[in-house]
């Protein structure tokens, strides 16, 4: 598989987003924090870019803004470059509040040993759920995986659940190899679909949040294409605590992001196709276990996500 981003740019590029963060750990025999619960005066929130960072920030901006008043104490709201950049920005200290995609939470857990504590309830007031799909032109004459064999394949993003493993997974499920076809990653969700609507690719991977975003903006018609592949559904996006952080504090998180009112979190929960939404609810390891056993199947390392 052809990696357009190389190991050395990406670390790189995650050394640079810890660092813009402006909010470093203490080295030992440093100042301590300003104090137990408001560590530093402020609170650093990452968020995988998951869709076009300039729409996430002011979504995520509005539960950073609740979660502010509830902490007493400013939870800043910073777009990270990649999964990579999150994940050391949480080992180094930089972050304290993370948001993860499925297969990201994986190896956040055990790089920067960070706890799941809430993701997005459905009007029912369960886990949401989203699925991953693979995508070709209606007259491609492409009918199901197999007949991708010669052919393009646009994913999204290094160590991305619906956009990386599961589509490479479906692949290998399929009977083809690496070698039996050109996957290629675009740099995002949003990306790889703009690859397969303007004919640069023969498929591409498509999960269901950014289908449901690109078909309200009017940049997908789903009649126009056909589904090829289809993943089991997949438990949405935690939202993670540093594992090292205060005790007091991770209750206090914990107790602010399951007050966090429905219309709270509209504007973010319509990027992860969550329509209505419902409250915030609690999760642990345990609701992600499949995503560590896709980790194992695969034989994913740290590697393919930085």
Request: aromatic content about 6%; proline content about 6%.
């Amino acid at each position: 598989m052809k990696h357009h981003v190389t190991r050395a740019r990406r670390t790189l590029l995650a050394l640079t987003t810890v660092l813009s963060l402006g909010v470093t750990a203490c080295a030992p025999g440093g100042e301590s924090a300003d104090s137990d619960t408001c560590p530093y005066g402020k609170i650093a929130f990452g968020v995988e870019p998951f869709e076009d960072p300039t729409a996430l920030e002011p979504a995520y901006r509005t539960i950073a803004d609740d979660l502010s008043q509830s902490l007493e104490c400013k939870v800043e709201v910073q777009i990270v470059e990649d999964y990579a950049a999150e994940v050391l920005a949480m080992r180094n200290g930089s972050l304290i509040l993370g948001q993860f995609g499925p297969l990201g939470y994986v190896f956040a857990s055990s790089e920067a040993h960070a706890e799941p504590v809430v993701s997005f309830g459905n009007a029912d007031g369960k886990l949401s759920t989203y699925t991953a799909g693979i995508w070709v032109k209606k007259d491609s004459g492409i009918t199901n995986l197999t007949e991708l064999r010669g052919k393009q394949l646009a994913l999204g993003g290094v160590g991305s659940t619906s956009g990386d493993a599961l589509p490479r997974m479906a692949v290998k499920n399929a009977g083809l190899s690496d070698s039996d076809l050109t996957m290629d990653y675009a740099g995002g969700h949003p990306e790889a679909l703009l690859a397969l609507t303007n004919g640069a690719v023969d498929a591409a991977e498509i999960n269901s949040q950014t289908l449901a975003t690109a078909q309200a903006d009017g940049r997908f018609n789903p009649n126009d294409y056909r589904q090829i592949w289809e993943s089991a559904p997949i438990p949405n996006d935690p939202i993670t605590v540093a594992g090292d952080a205060n005790p007091e504090l991770k209750k206090r998180i914990r107790k602010a992001l399951l007050s966090l009112k429905p219309e709270t979190v509209k504007a973010v929960a319509s990027y992860l196709d969550v329509d209505p939404p419902g409250p915030m609810v609690p999760v642990t390891k345990k609701d992600y276990q499949q995503l560590f056993e896709l980790r194992d199947s695969l034989g994913l390392t740290t590697e393919d996500v930085q």
